[in-house]
């Protein structure tokens, strides 16, 4: 089996995808002769032609505009961001017109469209490059969202989102593009290529939206994370040698609830894991439904550990970045409760 990069992994979705559908397009700043700012579509327009990959002028409104007429039309267009943070001028087109066409036609339309965005911090890009702005997605209705944490879910998962009928933000974090990065920026990454999850098929398959893996067993808490935070949460239990149960949730909407709430049930404790910032963040909605489902099995109160209240700090990375240490001492107190 093909070993690959996240890059790989994203760019084989799209080509598989493309080969097999004529109505998949893709597009967006600098995706076409450039290959994009992370390569991810590079060689797609020399496949496929500049009418199904191109590029665009620099404006988020105009491209999710355009690929919502598409998608009325009958395309199915998977559009790149450049970068999460520059999502907000488009904002307005992708929730109050994206998200509520299937509602607003009763049914007779949907929007298949595909977001892709590169997101997170993790690479010295300051408060412009850094953002992690799922929740402001994860609270509309209509939109499913999607953070895969490694090669083998990306490809699977952005093949899924292409597929479905309606329109998916697909949240890619940066900081794993190249390596299942554990929070330790001072060691050299673990590249792709030496990691199970590296191994992707070259065809095409996919994995449900809406289903949460579990990365690793345990049975004295439950540590939820997603992107980046997962290969975070993973060291962490194994630096503390705490037996966490660590699940990646893959998709935030929908949400696998029953997996999270058979883990809780058995741990009694929960730790929740995000690099976006802590008020209002997804953090605090997985914290509620543990309440509102597990109150009477848990041992402890839940905690949450996240990125600091505050624009993504350049001089001060590492300290808003939660590391291994920051979720090794938040495992240390549930235990201790």
């Not at 495992?331 to 409760?337: D, F, H, S, T």
């Given at each position: 089996?093909?070993?690959?990069?996240m890059?790989?992994?994203?760019r084989?979705?799209m080509?598989?995808?493309?080969g097999r559908?004529?109505?998949v397009v893709?597009?967006?700043?600098?995706?076409?002769?450039?290959?994009?700012?992370?390569?991810?579509?590079?060689?797609?327009?020399?496949?496929?032609?500049?009418?199904?990959c191109?590029?665009t002028?620099?404006s988020?409104?105009?491209?999710?505009g355009?690929?919502?007429?598409?998608?009325?039309y009958?395309?199915?267009?998977?559009?790149?961001?450049?970068?999460?943070?520059?999502?907000?001028?488009?904002?307005?087109?992708?929730t109050?017109?994206?998200?509520?066409?299937?509602?607003r036609s009763n049914?007779?339309?949907?929007?298949?469209?595909?977001?892709?965005?590169?997101?997170?911090?993790?690479i010295?890009?300051?408060?412009?490059?850094s953002?992690s702005?799922?929740a402001l997605?994860?609270?509309?209705c209509g939109?499913?969202?999607i953070?895969?944490?490694?090669?083998y879910?990306?490809k699977?998962?952005?093949?899924a989102?292409i597929?479905d009928?309606?329109?998916?933000i697909?949240?890619e974090?940066?900081?794993l593009y190249?390596?299942?990065?554990?929070?330790?920026?001072e060691?050299?990454?673990?590249p792709?290529?030496?990691?199970e999850?590296?191994?992707?098929?070259?065809?095409?398959?996919?994995?449900p939206?809406g289903?949460?893996?579990?990365?690793?067993?345990?049975?004295a808490?439950?540590?939820?994370?997603y992107g980046?935070m997962?290969?975070?949460?993973?060291?962490?239990?194994e630096?503390t040698?705490i037996?966490?149960?660590v699940?990646d949730l893959r998709?935030?909407l929908?949400l696998?609830?029953d997996?999270?709430?058979?883990s809780v049930?058995k741990?009694?404790?929960?730790?929740?894991?995000h690099?976006?910032?802590?008020t209002s963040g997804?953090?605090?909605?997985?914290?509620?439904?543990?309440q509102?489902?597990c109150?009477?099995?848990?041992?402890?109160?839940?905690?949450r550990?996240?990125g600091?209240?505050t624009?993504y700090?350049h001089a001060?990375?590492?300290?808003y970045?939660?590391?291994?240490?920051?979720?090794?001492?938040a495992?240390?107190?549930?235990?201790?409760?």
């Open positions: 089996m093909a070993r690959m990069t890059i790989e992994a994203v084989s979705a080509d598989v995808s493309m559908d004529d109505d893709v597009y967006g700043e600098d995706v076409g002769y450039f290959g994009g700012v992370f390569r991810a579509t590079q060689g797609l327009q020399a496949k496929y032609g500049k009418a199904r191109f590029d002028p620099i988020e409104s105009g491209i999710l355009t690929a919502i007429g598409m998608a009325a009958g395309l199915k267009p998977c559009v790149e961001i450049q970068f999460a943070d520059y999502m907000y001028p488009a904002y307005d087109q992708i109050q017109e994206a998200a509520r066409i299937r509602y049914g007779d339309f949907t929007c298949p469209i595909v977001v892709r965005m590169p997101t997170g911090g993790g010295f890009g300051g408060q412009t490059h953002q702005p799922e997605f994860t609270h509309v939109l499913k969202v953070v895969p944490s490694n090669p879910d990306a699977g998962l952005l093949i989102a597929e009928p309606d329109p998916v697909f949240l974090p940066k900081r190249n390596g299942p990065f554990d929070g330790h920026h060691k050299p990454v673990t792709w290529s030496k990691h999850l590296g191994e992707v098929p070259e065809g095409h398959y996919t994995i939206i289903k949460a893996e579990v990365r690793r067993r345990g049975s808490v439950t540590v939820i994370a980046t997962v290969h975070v949460a993973l060291a962490a239990a630096e040698g037996d966490a149960e699940i998709s935030l929908p696998d609830l997996t999270i709430v058979q049930k741990t009694g404790r929960c730790v929740v894991v690099e976006a910032t802590l997804f953090g605090g909605e997985v914290v509620s439904l543990v509102e489902h109150f009477y099995n848990l041992e402890a109160p839940v905690v550990v996240t600091w209240d624009p700090p001060q990375e590492w300290d970045f939660p590391g291994p240490a920051r979720v090794g001492r495992l240390q107190e549930v235990m201790e409760a």
